[in-house]
């Protein structure tokens, strides 16, 4: 991934955010209509751009005109959909030299609309006026209008949508305006997803979830399964109304195919990609750990070490945990992202106690929110045993996640959701962290295939999360052997420049399909696993 890509990056977070908010606020504070007319600033949209000029070099490889929608985006709030957005978006744009144009929700509450354009002009993002970010409709129709509007001056060639964006585009209004134009979907979700959690919950919490047991709620699953059950049976007939499907992970590709039973020349495996700059120094920082500090279970207090000159540079992590009166010696187990009870938090609280008794100079450090921010918070400031070696640091910015990867050694991901690819394990892995995680969804057929990527244990074993977290505790040396192969992998598979280059592929040979009416994705997979 490029330094210049990177930098644009920053200035798409810097730019999205304080002067984007600035420019609302300043619109509705001058006595005029805040809300900008939609036309006049999509006119001029990539406007020199090649793909508007009709320029056709290699066919395959010529600059495209691209219509992007998602619900939100990462000015938003932070999140997997957002930021996959703003990578795609920003890849396809600035490293493959298309014309991206992104349809999006209001970025305030006030739900005015304006237009931002990157440096370059190759990205334009449209944040729609009379929209919300909680709500996909009436964004799916505000964002198909300014698409046709678009589209009558300056022709698309592919539409990418993540998740359900895009699906107002399928009504018979604008189906004869996308009958020759390739529409792919990324799903992040989809209801057997939602489907298969309920399942999963039930089959923990078979009482009802906290709410529910505290109401004495009789049957407490059945309502929400069988309409869960029923969405389920209405969305099958309608993804196959969808023409083509990108999966993120092998068991999002799998449940596609043999749930919503698509036929396999219309479904497409990509795998999410990130940024690996914030973490390509890790691994080399972790090394240096490894070497200057190695692991023990033996710490019985902080200050019992002093630190060489020039290590700091070497083991930044000594700093940082220093900070928190861990000594760079000390195994420290970490959780983050949204910890609530769905996520499994409610078991890692009901373990925690256990954990820090069986490994008394064991650390955790909490990142994250929701309910089981503040429980957890709570324990580190209750009486029981241990409980001072919890630290709770609350929600992170991304660069502050980033020194928090560096600072642990172990992950754990206790989540009963059924997963498609979660973002905070793949970052833990790129920074060379263990990660422990339950079976579900793509979390063994992705990230975790086997022992020697990390550790795994089935919502069916009781203890499963003390038993995968004492395997490796038993044996620390394991920690970075397996931290190592993890970060390799990762690297290999999770970038955002794989990423970037196999949308960059699909997208054309999608458009080449729609132009002869036929495809051979026979031969496109076979082209793609060889590469």
Known sequence: FSWSMRIRQHLLTVLFTAPCIFLIFSLAG???SSSLHLASVMDTACRNHPALKG?????????????????????????????????????????????????????????????????????TVHFLSGTEILSYFPFVDVAAEAFAAIHKSHPFDVVHSESLSSQALHIPSYARIVEHIP??????????EAYRSLLNMAFVYPQGNEIQRKNHVKDPWEESILAASQHLLAQIPEFHQYPYHIAISEQSAEDLLEV???????????????????????????????????LSLEIQSTGAYQEAAGDTNLCRRAAWRKQLGIDPRAVV?????????????GQFLAALPKLLETWPTLHVIVAGQSEYLDRLADFSHSNVAGSLRVHVLGTLSQSEMSHFYAGIDLLVNPTLYYQGLDMVMQEAMLSGVVVIATTEGSITKTLIPDNTYGMSYPLSEKDGMIRAIGSILQDIGQIPVIGRKASQAATKKFSMRRMGEKYDEYLHYLIECTKKKTCDHERFQAQVDME
């Open 30 to 32: 001058n006595g005029k």
């Open 55 to 123: 320029a056709h070099l290699d066919p395959s490889r010529r600059p495209l005109h691209i219509a992007a929608f998602t619900r939100c985006w990462t000015a938003h709030a932070p999140g997997g959909m957002q930021q996959h957005a703003e990578n795609i978006y920003s890849y396809l744009a600035h490293e493959s030299g298309h014309c991206v144009e992104v349809f999006t929700t209001s970025l305030n509450v006030g739900r005015d609309g304006f237009t931002w354009r990157g440096l370059e002009g190759n990205l």
């Open 183 to 192: 529409i792919a979907y990324t799903w992040h979700g989809y209801s057997y």
């Open 260 to 294: 919503y039973h698509l036929p396999q020349h219309r479904v497409q495996l990509i795998h999410n990609g990130l940024d690996l700059v914030p973490s390509a120094h890790r691994m080399p920082e972790r090394e240096a750990c490894w070497r200057i500090y190695p």
């Open 333 to 345: 187990l970490g959780v983050a992202g949204r910890l609530s009870e769905q996520k499994g938090f």
